[in-house]
Every structure is written in structure tokens, then in C-alpha cells.
């Protein structure tokens, strides 16, 4: 199968930074998604990684070993605002259908 | 706006009583897809479709049906709810089936099965 493991919740406080880890077991991926979503919203995109490395766009960073079978998204200067669950996603090789992780929660505090 | 379109937002019903969702976007896309997302487990794709007329189940299509007859619309159809199929149901849209845009979501359509 494609297990994609996340952590469950995280907790975090306004103004640090937070890194949210993505593992999976397979190899015949295209690339990785991560997506936010609001409690109740749709999942709204954030970043897609094919290559290897740290891809950075504003306060969020997104990382992909395949080597190591590890995604990671960074986020800094927490902002209340980035309380949500982060999906994480992989584009399949085979019929480029996406599989998803169960999300994160992430909680932030003042 | 380009955007996707779902309906309705909400719905509580009772066991085998035929519903449909619609799902419509406004961007000419050709991939379209259907999922359900439950606590604990995540998204779960039940179908999609690559373009009009071509349609294939997901990894959960058992009591769902779906057609594609244009290229806007998409719906998801439940012959006879039953309350397994209790869930937050999302439609989501991309240019190409085979593309690494991202996907364009609904705002999600939550159905009670009583």
C-alpha cells in the first residue's frame, strides 16, 4: 500500500515556528502535496513538491527527501489565523490519482 | 471567479431515500473527482473523471454512483443512503487528469443518514 503517516495534532505558540512532519511508504509518486484546511472549509492549496529540497514560499516551507521517504512543512512567525489541519498528499505515478494522509491538526497559542 | 460549486451545503436525511449532490466548476476543467472525508482517516476518493463520459471508481465507490455528461458538471449520486455514508463529501477539479496544477475544491457538502 501507499501508508501516508502524519501526526495526529501539534501545538504550537504564536510568533515560533512549527515543522510538520509527512512520511509514506512508496516510491512511484509523482510529487507531494500539502494543503490547508479550516475546520468545516475546503482544503486550500499550499505548495507541490516534485524534486528533491526545500521549496520556500513566504512564511511556508515545504521539504521532500524520497530517499528518505519524508516531507516536512515548515511554518514561521505563527499566526493565529494558521490554526487549520495540513493535509499531505502524493500524486500517484500509476493513474496520477492523489492519496492523502489523515491531516494534522495544528493548534496555535498565544 | 473560478471557482467550484457544490450543492447543497448541508443535508440530513433518512436511509434509501435517493439523493444527489451537484458538483459544477467554472474553469473548462477536464479532471473532476468525488471525495469523502471522515475523521481519522482523511480524504477518500470515491470517483473520477478524466473527461466527459469517462468515469472510474476511487477507493471508496461502493453505494455511490456519478455521471459526467458535460464537462462542468459532475454529480454524485446515493440510490439508497445508508448511515455509513455519513461523511463531509468534497468535489475537487483540475486542468488534465495527468496535470501538477493543484486541485480546485468545493466548500464541501456534509450529509446525515438517519
Known amino acids: 500500500g501507499q501508508n501516508i503517516d502524519q501526526p495526529t495534532e501539534m501545538t504550537a505558540t504564536e510568533g515560533a515556528i512549527v515543522q510538520i512532519n509527512c512520511t509514506y511508504q512508496?516510491?512511484?509518486?509523482?510529487?507531494l502535496f500539502w494543503y490547508q484546511q479550516h475546520a468545516g472549509e475546503a482544503p486550500t492549496f499550499l505548495s507541490y513538491n516534485v524534486l528533491d529540497g526545500l521549496e520556500e514560499k513566504g512564511r511556508f516551507s515545504s521539504f521532500l527527501s524520497r530517499s528518505k521517504g519524508y516531507s516536512y512543512l515548515l511554518l514561521k512567525e505563527l499566526q493565529m489565523k494558521d490554526s487549520a489541519s495540513y493535509l499531505c498528499?502524493?500524486?500517484?505515478?500509476?493513474?496520477?490519482?492523489?492519496?492523502w494522509g489523515a491531516g494534522t491538526k495544528l493548534i496555535i497559542k498565544p | 471567479e473560478a471557482q467550484v460549486t457544490q450543492n447543497p451545503r448541508y443535508l440530513i436525511t433518512v436511509t434509501g431515500k435517493k439523493l444527489t449532490v451537484t458538483c459544477s466548476q467554472n474553469m473548462n476543467h477536464e479532471y473532476m473527482s468525488w471525495y469523502r472525508q471522515d475523521p481519522g482517516l482523511g480524504l477518500r476518493q470515491i470517483y473520477y473523471s478524466m473527461n466527459v463520459e469517462v468515469t472510474d471508481k476511487g477507493d471508496v465507490p461502493e453505494g455511490y454512483k456519478v455521471s459526467r455528461k458535460e464537462k462542468r458538471n459532475f454529480p454524485l449520486i446515493l440510490e439508497s443512503p445508508s448511515p455509513n455514508q455519513t461523511s463531509l463529501y468534497f468535489c475537487?477539479?483540475?486542468?488534465?487528469?495527468?496535470?501538477?496544477?493543484?486541485?480546485?475544491f468545493g466548500d464541501g457538502t456534509r450529509l446525515s443518514i438517519l
Open positions: 498528499g502524493l500524486k500517484m505515478d500509476s493513474n496520477y490519482q492523489l492519496i
Open positions: 475537487a477539479s483540475r486542468q488534465y487528469w495527468d496535470s501538477n496544477q493543484p486541485q480546485h
Open positions: 512508496t516510491s512511484g509518486f509523482n510529487g
